[in-house]
């Protein structure tokens, strides 16, 4: 089967990303919906990275590309403000994510010689998807600094885990991709509720309920089809039993 | 007066919620083979040993309970700004984001299982449903407990210890420490003791017998949901101690005031020579216990 | 409060520091199966839980200057990683029934050559069991891990200390604090995970031979930190000077 190129997963996640943060930023909360491709890119070079069994953990490399683009989203905020003027903010996200990323990246390669092939790459697009998707969650949720590590933790356990969860022999880059989608609408899910209940959020309540109800339709479709393709990869599946070898 | 009494308080009260925190966060990740043994349940397949254990492969033990005790402590501090700050209203708030991040941990476990599972296909693992279904309500218990006394911590840490931190950013400090030590103490008892009862007592698991895992429990085919039972008599309890031991012990360095700000540095350095000295007579015992390997 | 250039290397340094920990810290994956020398956990994520630990700690003398904030972070780091020590020597020598041997030592590939612990002088071979690599944490390992916890605490209280005083001018105090610390924290996730990439999931401290990459560790954080304090820095003058676009 062929894979989906890092490029285009990329590229196409960092239009929709800016596409998403602009509508967010305009009031149209449903632009969620575009945030979801960047958690797929962002799986999908957790993948490619941990993928060749590197020192460390896929749990590592995913924390670590969340720290990369959630501390970005975070300082910049300081400065650029988020909501007047979206794509200043965008912009500013991106470059500082992408300069810490590919700087990371190359010097694991050059620096430390790691053996991996596209590390600076796959390094560089994990820090820009998460920035993306934090620069958004701080748009729905306002600049309340309390719900900084909320923000960032979340993104990291979504980005790190479709891979993690599919490791083993037959693990292949569709399912893993699928099931990266179910977790995006899980998360965004959260962070709709989180909006809700915090009063100060910066959308009126009707835009948090949107944005619940658009990612359950969206977890309810990705966890179907997550599942079909897990019904042709598994082996066998049993309410219950004990194995045929030793019975 | 009332700062000495909130203060002690507030140790008394974070040592306690921290020891409990650290016996639950143990056997939750026991319960799901979370964490470095995971390596092990998931390689039996790999040499025929077909298991019914829960694999739930979430990530390591920092990073997922940092999000469990972040989510519940992140909606408790909001809803007790609807609430009103009382004592009760904390508590209530803390169970019900507590009962939030489970629903989370659920999802998550559950998805980590089946995927798992779906790419054993080449070793022909079965995907058993009650071996997902019968420990899962078990590990969202533990799950459940230690995102609520994690969280009941960080707001313990904030109002009665006085830490500036906010309570979700101390939620998150506290689940990343408690992973790691989780994983550091707890984990070695499930992975080298109760993974390989089989093999005899007193040695570390060598690297060519590892997957060879025991598939059969006291009675029957072995479940996750036994695995607890065994590791909190001892696993647990360490996790617990240890947990609660840095916990109190920090808080406790603050209590006296004799040399001023450098107070509390001069304590725990103290404590550190303390430990330091325990280890060694610990080395020392173990050494005279146990002797060489000789071959037998 | 420092100001804001002072603030800037004060970042780099401590990113440094804390990529350098990583090096000193006992830890290895597989010994959860007790089949590794060191605490039983990646060393990345171990080193991020002490130092976290140390920024908790660090945050309760932040009204006092700047010299307390840095010796408490180092000493709540170095707390936590010998509880853990210790702790994880009673689960060896009770749990499992060994007693806490270095691998590297016994099999004579350690830094110092001979196969006796360094500063105890316990004789090493022998004591591993047939098969591993060691198990446990020695008192050499104790030790370097607990250079390297100071080490690790200072670094993450010094970006703390130095995000703290860049961002107050601006924030009110207590959101300056949370700010702070999430930036810390964030800085030592990016720096602890790049030292994992030379250590290979496993060491032993400085007993272990790959201390020698050290340099490369160095020179790493040294560049990722100062990007990271360079932007950092441009945000917070940015903001100060009242350019907010």
Same mark, same amino acid.
């Given at each position: ?76 905020? =300081? ?57 958004? *969650? ?110 | ?157 904030? *109002? ?38 089989? &093999? ?75 430990? =330091? ?7 020392? &015992? ?11 | ?84 020590? =210790? ?62 916890? =100071? ?95």
């Amino acid at each position: 089967m062929k894979e989906i190129s890092i490029h285009t997963l990329f590229g196409a996640a960092l239009l929709s990303g800016i596409a998403g943060i602009i509508l967010i930023g305009h009031g149209i909360s449903i632009g969620i919906v575009f945030l979801w491709l960047p958690f797929l890119s962002a799986a999908n070079s957790v993948r490619g990275m941990a993928k060749y069994g590197l020192g460390t953990g896929n749990a590592s490399i995913g924390y670590w590309g969340a720290a990369v683009g959630a501390t970005s989203a975070f300082v910049a905020s =300081l400065s650029v403000s988020c909501r007047s003027t979206p794509f200043l903010y965008v912009a500013a996200v991106v470059a500082i994510s992408l300069v810490i990323g590919l700087a990371t990246g190359v010097l694991a390669d050059k620096v430390i010689r790691m053996k991996i092939p596209r590390i600076e790459l796959n390094s560089a697009v994990i820090a820009v998807s998460t920035a993306l998707i934090t620069a958004g *969650s701080l748009l729905i949720l306002g600049s309340n600094y309390g719900l900084y590590p909320f923000i960032y933790i979340i993104i990291t356990l979504a980005v790190l885990h479709p891979y993690n969860a599919s490791t083993g022999a037959g693990e292949n880059q569709k399912r893993t991709l699928t099931l990266a989608l179910v977790e995006a609408c899980m998360t965004t899910l959260v962070i709709g509720i989180v909006a809700m209940l915090a009063s100060g959020s910066a959308m009126p309540i009707s835009d948090d309920v949107a944005i619940v109800v658009v990612s359950a339709c969206g977890l309810v479709i990705a966890v179907v089809a997550w599942y079909r393709l897990v019904k042709s990869d598994t082996y066998e599946i049993k309410w219950t039993g004990y194995s045929p070898a030793e019975h | 007066m009332a700062a000495i009494i909130s203060l002690l308080l507030g140790t008394a009260l974070a040592g306690l919620l921290a020891f409990l925190a650290g016996i639950f966060e143990d056997s939750e990740s026991n319960a799901g083979s979370a964490s470095n043994p995971n390596s092990q349940v998931q390689l039996a397949p790999q040499i025929g040993n077909r298991h019914r254990y829960f694999n739930k492969a979430i990530s390591g033990e920092p990073p997922a309970n940092a999000l469990w005790a972040t989510t519940a402590a992140t909606i408790a501090y909001l809803l007790t700004a609807h609430f009103g700050g009382d004592a009760f209203a904390v508590l209530i708030a803390s169970i019900i984001g507590a009962a939030a991040s489970t629903l989370l941990l659920c999802a998550y476990g559950v998805l980590s299982h089946i995927s798992r599972i779906a790419s054993m296909k080449n070793f022909e693992q079965t995907m058993y449903w009650d071996s997902l279904l019968t420990p899962l309500p078990l590990d969202a218990a533990f799950g459940f407990l230690t995102a609520l006394m994690l969280t009941l911590l960080a707001f313990a840490a904030h *109002s009665l210890l006085g830490n500036p931190f906010s309570v979700p950013l101390l939620a998150f400090f506290f689940g990343i420490t408690i992973g790691a030590i989780g994983s550091s103490t707890g984990d070695i008892y499930y992975g080298a003791e109760r993974l390989y009862q089989h &093999y005899i007592f007193g040695s570390g698991i060598p690297i060519s017998v590892q997957g060879d895992i025991d598939v059969k429990g006291e009675y029957g085919y072995r479940n996750s949901v036994d695995t607890p039972y065994f590791t909190m008599r001892f696993g647990g309890l360490v996790t617990g101690l240890a947990f609660g031991m840095l916990i109190f012990l920090d808080a406790w360095s603050r209590l006296f005031t004799f040399a001023g700000v450098w107070t509390s540095v001069i304590v725990v350095s103290v404590l550190v020579l303390i430990i =330091l000295i325990f280890i060694y007579l610990l080395e020392v &015992y173990a050494r005279k216990r146990y002797g060489r390997y000789t071959e037998d | 409060m420092v100001d804001p250039l002072t603030a800037t290397i004060m970042i780099i340094a401590g990113g440094v520091l804390v990529g350098v920990c990583v090096h000193f810290i006992p830890a290895s994956a597989t010994g959860a199966m007790a089949a590794a020398t060191g605490i039983a956990t990646g060393p990345s994520m171990l080193s991020a839980g002490a130092g976290l630990a140390g920024i908790y700690a660090a945050a309760y003398s932040i009204d006092s200057g700047l010299a307390p904030v840095i010796v408490s972070g180092a000493v709540g780091s170095a707390l936590m990683l010998l509880i853990t020590i =210790l702790c994880g020597n009673i689960m060896l020598a009770f749990g499992i029934g060994a007693p806490p041997v270095s691998g590297q030592t016994a099999s004579g590939k350690s830094t110092f050559s001979g196969t006796k612990d360094i500063i105890t002088g316990f004789e090493q071979e022998g004591y591993a069991s047939p098969g591993t690599d060691g198990h446990g944490m020695p008192f050499q390992t104790a030790v370097s891990g607990t250079i390297g916890a =100071l080490m690790g605490g200072a670094g993450g209280a010094l970006v703390f200390y130095a995000v703290y005083s860049m961002t107050l001018p601006e924030i009110a105090t207590e959101n300056a604090v949370t700010l702070a610390g999430i930036v810390a924290a964030g800085v030592f996730l990016i720096n602890s995970v790049l030292p994992a990439y030379v250590l290979v999931g496993k060491t032993e401290g400085v007993f272990d031979m790959k201390i020698r990459s050290i340099h490369r560790t160095f020179i790493s954080c040294l560049v990722t930190s100062s990007i990271v304090a360079c932007v950092i820095y441009a945000v917070c003058e940015l903001a100060v000077s009242g350019v907010m676009v």
